[in-house]
T-cell receptor, first 112, second 111 residues
Framework: KAGVTQTPRYLIKTRGQQVTLSCSPISGHRSVSWYQQTPGQGLQFLFEYFSETQRNKGNFPGRFSGRQFSNSRSEMNVSTLELGDSALYLC???????????FGAGTRLSVL | GQQVMQIPQYQHVQEGEDFTTYCNSSTTLSNIQWYKQRPGGHPVFLIQLVKSGEVKKQKRLTFQFGEAKKNSSLHITATQTTDVGTYFCAGLSNAGNMLTFGGGTRLMVKP
C-alpha cells in the first residue's frame, strides 16, 4: 500500500497570503489528522476529519481550516499568513479504534 | 482537557549508556502509543500498549504502561547512534476519540 502523501513538500509564502496543503491518506483509511510542528513545540494537533466531518479540533485560530473529500483526501488552508505560521505541517491517516497515526513526510511552510 | 507531559525534553548519552523517557497523562487512557521521529523525518509508529501494567519489548527497547493507565515509559538499553531522534508518546482518551501527543524527548547519542 502506498503511504500518506502530502503535497507540496515545501512552500514559501509572504505574510498576509493564504495557503492550501493537500494530504492523500493510505487507501482505506477514513480518518485524517493535521499537526503543526515547530522547533521546541512538539506536535500541536490542528484537527481531525472522519468521513468528511470534522471530528476533533485543536486550539488554533479560525485562520486554520480544513476539509475532507468523499475519497478521504484532505486539504488544510491557512489564511492571512503570519510569520509564526512557519512550521512543518504533518498529516496522518488512521483506521479503526486504535487510532494509530501513519504520518506523511510533511509540508514545510516558510512565511517571509 | 487531556494533557500528556513527557520528560525529559532532551537527553544526551554516550553510546552504550541506557536511556529512559517518561510520559504522564492528566487522565486515564484507553491506550498509549509511542512514535520515533528521526532528524529531518516524520514520526513513525513504534508500538501501542493497551492493558494496565503491560510491558512490551522490541529488541533493546522496553515499553511499559502503568497500572493506573496514566503513565508510560520507554527504556532503551545500550544506546546506539541509530537511536538518535525524538521519541513521542501519545495517549488515547478513554472515550477513544482524542489522541494527545506528549512534547517529545530528543535523544542525542555521542559515539
Amino acid at each position: 500500500k502506498a503511504g500518506v502523501t502530502q503535497t507540496p513538500r515545501y512552500l514559501i509564502k509572504t505574510r498576509g497570503q493564504q495557503v492550501t496543503l493537500s494530504c492523500s491518506p493510505i487507501s482505506g483509511h477514513r480518518s485524517v489528522s493535521w499537526y503543526q510542528q515547530t522547533p521546541g513545540q512538539g506536535l500541536q494537533f490542528l484537527f481531525e476529519y472522519f468521513s468528511e466531518t470534522q471530528r476533533n479540533k485543536g486550539n488554533f485560530p479560525g485562520r486554520f481550516s480544513g476539509r475532507q473529500f468523499s475519497n478521504s483526501r484532505s486539504e488544510m488552508n491557512v489564511s492571512t499568513l503570519e510569520l509564526g505560521d512557519s512550521a512543518l505541517y504533518l498529516c496522518a491517516s488512521s483506521q479503526g479504534w486504535k487510532n494509530i497515526q501513519y504520518f506523511g513526510a510533511g509540508t514545510r511552510l516558510s512565511v517571509l | 482537557g487531556q494533557q500528556v507531559m513527557q520528560i525529559p525534553q532532551y537527553q544526551h548519552v554516550q553510546e552504550g549508556e541506557d536511556f529512559t523517557t517518561y510520559c504522564n497523562s492528566s487522565t486515564t487512557l484507553s491506550n498509549i502509543q509511542w512514535y520515533k521521529q528521526r532528524p529531518g523525518g516524520h514520526p513513525v509508529f513504534l508500538i501501542q500498549l493497551v492493558k494496565s501494567g503491560e510491558v512490551k519489548k522490541q529488541k533493546r527497547l522496553t515499553f511499559q504502561f502503568g497500572e493506573a493507565k496514566k503513565n508510560s515509559s520507554l527504556h532503551i538499553t545500550a544506546t546506539q547512534t541509530t537511536d538518535v531522534g525524538t521519541y513521542f508518546c501519545a495517549g488515547l482518551s478513554n472515550a477513544g476519540n482524542m489522541l494527545t501527543f506528549g512534547g517529545g524527548t530528543r535523544l542525542m547519542v555521542k559515539p
